[in-house]
């Protein structure tokens, strides 16, 4: 496992998810149509956008908190039973706190 490979890959989807929640807070902010249509659909809108909002906020808390483990070493071992956790799982969420036995019992 290449540590210095995944915590770029941490890095960069982190600046990625920032840019997103820059984007949706700038098209939050935008004043409402006057039409009661259009400010209709444009409140549908911002509901998704506001659930895409506290998704990427939850990512980018995990991502944080990953590269945190990685600088103290701790990166690789389930927070909650010290068992390693498999390279498999961690290629695909690089960010997972859990092995895979602790995700189960905490989900």
Do not use: H, W
């Amino acid at each position: 496992m290449n540590i210095a490979e995944i915590k770029r890959g941490l890095e960069d989807r982190r600046r990625g998810i920032e840019r997103r929640l820059a984007a949706i807070e700038s098209d939050l902010g935008k004043k409402l149509d006057a039409d009661s249509a259009d400010r209709a659909i444009e409140t549908e809108n911002d509901e998704v956008l506001m659930s895409m909002k506290r998704s990427g906020r939850e990512e980018l808390k995990a991502i944080l908190s990953a590269l945190g483990r990685i600088e103290s070493g701790a990166y690789g071992r389930c927070v909650l039973c010290g068992a390693e956790i498999g390279e498999q799982r961690l290629e695909a969420l690089p960010f997972t706190p859990y092995c895979v036995e602790c995700s189960r019992g905490a989900a």
